[in-house]
């Protein structure tokens, strides 16, 4: 299951107008968030999680990596 950009965007500001909310409630000052920069700041936390994905799975170059990657799958098929 793959959350869409829309649905990871209206959380965080789902998340933000609850400590708005919070924030008002208890006197604290209030706080003055455009929609703009939330959704900037969710694209590059989404870059950042694909780069990361991206470097940490299993990246075979080398036909012998290949090789192992088709021998594991086959492994895994058996089972």
């Not at 989404?46 to 090789?67: C, M, P, Y």
């Amino acid at each position: 299951m793959k959350l869409t950009k829309g649905t990871i965007i209206r959380t965080i500001m789902l998340i933000l107008v609850i400590v708005n909310l919070i924030l008002k409630r208890t006197g604290r000052p209030v706080l003055d968030i455009q929609e703009g920069t939330v959704a900037s700041f969710v694209e590059t936390v989404i870059e950042l999680g694909t780069i990361i994905i991206a470097w940490w799975e299993n990246n075979s170059f080398t036909q012998n990596a290949r090789k192992a990657d088709d021998y594991l799958k086959k492994l895994n098929t058996t089972n």
